[in-house]
């Protein structure tokens, strides 16, 4: 017999959505890590075969250059108000996302609701150039970074960054 939603919901204590959401990665949806780690635990004991959620929950969209550009950072709430801004360096970059460090806002505070992050860059060939993205994590090693996952770029964008990624590809290469 086959493992239902609602028999892992049940298992792990939470709404059968919240087990859909999960199960399916919807990038639109931030559940909290004990959460997440409940339902897949209950989904195992059920029978859920969960091996291609493990495998694949790590795993980058694009591999990622190391790049330093100084960017403008506006965030912005779901609804488009401005929450803050400031500025950031863009540490590394692909086509899905970048990884930020330095961030400073003028509040120095992050919104707990959902936000976009939009990203002016101030230098090199890419200057000029408005990345949006939505903050996927947070990371401390000694120093707080910030991942984001790139939402809907534009043709022209998407190739202004594939050949600034070819170009620092070259450059590491030799």
Same mark, same amino acid.
Do not use: C, W
């Given at each position: 017999? %086959? ?6 919901? +049940? #298992? &792990? ?6 087990? @859909?959401?999960? !199960? ?63 500025? %950031? ?6 086509? +899905? #996302? &970048? ?6 806002? @003028?509040?120095? !505070? ?65």
């Amino acid at each position: 017999m %086959a493992v239902s939603q609602s028999d892992i919901a +049940s #298992g &792990a204590g939470v709404d059968r959505t919240t087990v @859909n959401k999960i !199960l399916n990665r919807r990038p639109d949806y931030q559940a909290n890590k004990h959460t997440v780690e409940k339902v897949l635990k209950a989904a195992e004991e059920l029978g859920y075969d969960i091996s291609r959620l493990r495998r694949n929950s790590d795993k980058r969209k694009d591999e990622r250059k190391k790049i330093n550009l100084r960017v403008d950072v506006t965030l912005l709430l779901k609804d488009g108000t401005v929450h803050d801004s400031g500025t %950031a360096r863009i540490r590394n970059l692909s086509l +899905s #996302g &970048a990884l930020l460090g330095e961030l400073q806002t @003028n509040t120095n !505070l992050i919104p707990v609701q959902p936000f976009t992050a939009r990203l002016t860059i101030q230098q090199g060939s890419l200057k000029g150039v408005i990345l949006e993205g939505e903050f996927i994590r947070f990371e401390s090693n000694g120093h707080v970074d910030f991942g984001i996952r790139f939402e809907k770029l534009s043709r022209k964008v998407r190739q202004t960054l594939k050949s600034l990624i070819a170009i620092n590809k070259q450059e590491e290469d030799k």
